[in-house]
């Protein structure tokens, strides 16, 4: 064998790679114990704080999911900190690129302090919390978390969207007020248009009686909307409960149809005519 290689220290080195894999593993170990009994912790502490203090459900999510969010990125900081101390002797190679890696930080933080601040904003004025329906970035959808750097959609299809912060720049809050469930039924030129009017009115008043609260105005028959081209548009409305206004829709819309067919009302709808040409026999 060479004999630099027969100068290597192989016992040092062995020892010093099983104090180094002994320290990861016993990092690791102490990292998931902590961030479990942390998160735990901070759920438990918020739910306290929302029976206490009388806070909105939404609201504790909210500021459950950021703490527990914050706590992860210190842990995780730490535990870095932590395993650099632990190669600190083998890394001190890199420090002669720490110019380099300093500017390139120094260009990838500015959209992180953009995230940052929008998100502490966002928290501050309070404009939306967890659970509630919204549309960000263009986006509709119901939030499930709101993080000092990005913003967690998740779409009507399932979808879930991470937002960055600095990205919103327009909001909308469905889930402040009551929501507005909006019905148009078209009928014949034919039927009478008071007649229609009244049979609306009576499968509102039986939707009404079914979902009780959910609706919390109306519904009610506001008349003709639009004449058509082969119709006569009435339009239905109602105030409904926060996510509950398509619900609402879906059963005016059936309970109308039902109404409709027991009292022979027709719903137009486009008829198609195909005309043949016969042979001519000769």
Request: charged share 20%; proline share 2%.
């Amino acid at each position: 064998m060479p004999e630099w290689f027969e100068a290597i220290n192989w016992a040092a080195i062995g020892t010093k790679a099983v104090t180094v894999t002994a320290q990861l593993v016993g990092i690791l170990i102490v990292f998931f114990i902590v961030r479990a009994v942390g998160r735990r912790f901070i759920s438990s502490g918020f739910t306290k704080m929302s029976a206490q203090r009388n806070i909105s459900p939404g609201r504790t999510k909210t500021l459950e999911k950021l703490a527990s969010s914050v706590f992860s990125y210190i842990l995780i900081f730490i535990v870095i900190t932590l395993i650099v101390g632990v190669f600190e002797y083998d890394v001190t190679a890199l420090i002669a690129g720490a110019g380099i890696v300093g500017l390139a930080i120094g260009f990838g933080a500015q959209g992180l302090v953009s995230d940052i601040v929008t998100g502490f904003f966002i928290l501050l004025e309070k404009q939306i919390d967890v659970d509630e329906y919204v549309t960000l970035a263009g986006l509709d959808g119901v939030v499930e978390e709101v993080g000092l750097r990005t913003t967690k959609l998740r779409g009507f299809d399932g979808t879930v969207h991470y937002i960055p912060n600095r990205e919103i720049g327009s909001l909308s809050n469905h889930s402040r007020s009551n929501m507005r469930a909006l019905v148009d039924i078209g009928i014949s030129y034919d039927d009478n248009i008071d007649e229609a009017a009244k049979v609306m009115q009576e499968a509102c008043d039986k939707v009404k009686a079914e979902l009780g609260d959910t609706i919390t105005e109306g519904p009610d028959v506001l008349g003709v909307q639009t004449l058509g081209d082969s119709e006569v548009v009435l339009r239905v409305l109602a105030k409904t409960a926060n996510m509950e206004q398509w619900g609402v829709e879906r059963l005016l819309r059936k309970e109308i149809k039902e109404a409709f067919d027991r009292n022979g009302i027709e719903i137009p709808f486009p008829h198609q005519v195909n005309m043949y040409k016969g042979e001519q026999h000769g």
